[in-house]
């Protein structure tokens, strides 16, 4: 809630909250500052319930409530720190995939020295056949455009050595897929090390790779900054230069700060859904909110189905 | 050769340079230092050529004679920087595998808070089937115990979450057969998270997972170190500050300094063999040496050995 009230307040957006209207009321004070709104939805779905269970037996739970406002045209987009499985689950019912699209993905925005890499999946689907891959180049192209505002992202496939024929079975498999895909900027392999070099600007690979890549990523940086908090506390000389030093570290702080982006974009729905992280503070659920605005003002989803209709055509073609 | 001279300066170990005896005595000054002798090795395999050819093919290279060195009692551990594809090769021909081992693996110790963890495989085996990951534990617990000195190492299986049934079909396969393992101290899935958390002593994964992780912790902590030696030259005021910081940086730095293990160990062979970055300077070589010096000493192989054949009969014992 306070997230929301952060988020409103800069204007940009307007904020449905579901959930239970009198939970809601109180945290708010009682009354409704500009910019919100309520849509009762008096179910809860617990972290620890059968996702696709869950989401079918409670209708009337905030998840799918929020899910289904954007279904129906109330919203432009949902928004959710709840269970991921039930998110994910909720966003495929009510939002339904893009036609054509064989699997949704967890798409990613990874700091780099300049900007921003978009790594997918990062953990919809453990297992991946080719074909889905290349279906991520796809959705990950569009969602670099659309967000990022890149205009022609390069496409890097993860892998354990940079020349082609480098990996396992899959990525050898999905290398020659995406040489020969059409209207993809296709960079080759890229190696774990590229992902924070921005070495192209998005990074594809299955869902299993890309989770624990993602949370190792976050262990690491968690780590480092842990280490450097305790090694800048160790002396009254360290502490004193950690002071002068603060103030130009703040920018990076906030980079690689996971709250930067707010939450990953499940993407290949015909809305926009962005999962945030279950312990988001009201800055990350600020940020979330804001970013899942721009999905939808960028319109993402109707790119991404312009442009998979445009390779289906092109593939036809080709017989 | 300037890692080795600094590697017999320490009094520890004596080292054989394996390479063309006129380049190395040119690079000595003309005289051979105490604790350094050559091995004439005329041939030379380069990053481009197909390792299992060139193995083959130059039986007289510096790394098949490096490696002959050690089967045939000359020397009790090699150590290279050049292919990495060729050392295994060039180790996996000479030295051979332990009886009953299917793959060997490539572990490398992570730093953590308290310490290290061991991540195996870090990509000797792109694709792999759950009783290789099976294996892997039991050689990264023995590792574990004899380098690291961990009496009872806990084996973590990378997953991604940590309830038994997450993960991709191998994870799942791999989760039930270590649950059932004799003689291992099977934690659970651990994260991406737990790597640089030291939540287990030692975490099993498949050689492009891990090789993937391993690449990404070195780019994430190049990414933010650069970023911070940026942040501190900024002004003058930062400046003056990371003066002052830095000294009590410096541990920090040196433990995560891929450097400071200076290589990863091939484990499952009948001999120590370490695989040293390319790009290595004389600290990492030197502490490669060392470390394959260490694995040598503690009889990482003559414990991983007695440990499989235990393990063997006592599931020949169950039938």
Redesign the interface.
Same mark, same amino acid.
Request: charged share 20%.
């Given at each position: 809630v306070a997230g929301a009230v952060l988020a409103a307040a800069t204007g940009d957006v307007r904020v449905l909250l579901c959930g239970q209207r009198e939970r809601i009321l109180a945290e708010l004070g009682g009354s409704l500052p500009p910019g919100l709104d309520i849509v009762d939805a008096p179910q809860v779905i617990g972290n620890d319930e059968e996702p696709a269970f869950a989401v079918r037996a409670k209708q009337d739970s905030s998840l799918v409530t929020c899910c289904r406002a954007v279904r129906e045209g109330g919203a432009v987009a949902a928004v959710s720190a709840g269970s991921t499985g039930a998110m994910m689950a909720a966003s495929l019912v009510e939002m339904r995939r893009i036609s054509g699209v064989l699997r949704p993905a967890i798409a990613q925005p990874i700091p +780099?020295?300049d900007g921003f890499s978009i790594l997918l999946d990062c953990?919809a689907n453990?297992?991946c056949k080719p074909e889905h891959l290349v279906q991520f180049a796809y959705m990950g192209a569009a969602f670099a455009s659309a967000v990022l505002g890149i205009e022609h992202p390069r496409v890097g496939l993860? *892998?354990?050595g940079e020349e082609a024929g480098k990996? +396992?079975?899959l990525?050898q498999e999905t290398f020659s897929l995406l040489a020969a895909a059409e209207g993809i900027d296709f960079y080759g392999n890229v190696?774990?090390?590229?992902?924070?070099?921005g070495t192209t600007d998005v990074v594809v690979?299955?869902?299993?790779?890309g989770?624990?890549?993602?949370?190792?990523?976050?262990?690491? *940086?968690?780590?480092?900054?842990?280490?450097?908090r305790a090694?800048?506390t *160790? *002396?009254l000389?360290?502490k004193?230069?950690?002071?002068?030093?603060?103030?130009?570290?703040q920018?990076?702080r906030e980079?690689?700060d996971p709250e930067a982006y707010g939450g990953a974009y499940l993407v290949g729905l015909r809305g926009v859904s962005v999962i945030a992280h279950g312990r988001s503070s009201r800055t990350a659920i600020r940020n979330a909110i804001l970013h899942g605005a721009n999905g939808a003002r960028h319109q993402v989803v109707e790119q991404l189905t312009e442009q998979l209709a445009r390779r289906r055509a092109a593939a036809e073609a080709q017989g």
């Open positions: +780099n020295k953990g453990a297992d993860l *892998s354990i990996g +396992n079975v990525v190696e774990g090390r590229d992902i924070t070099r690979t299955d869902g299993f790779t989770n624990v890549a993602l949370k190792l990523l976050e262990g690491a *940086s968690h780590f480092l900054l842990d280490q450097i090694a800048a *160790s *002396s000389t360290a004193a230069g950690a002071v002068l030093l603060k103030p130009a570290l920018p990076l980079k690689v």
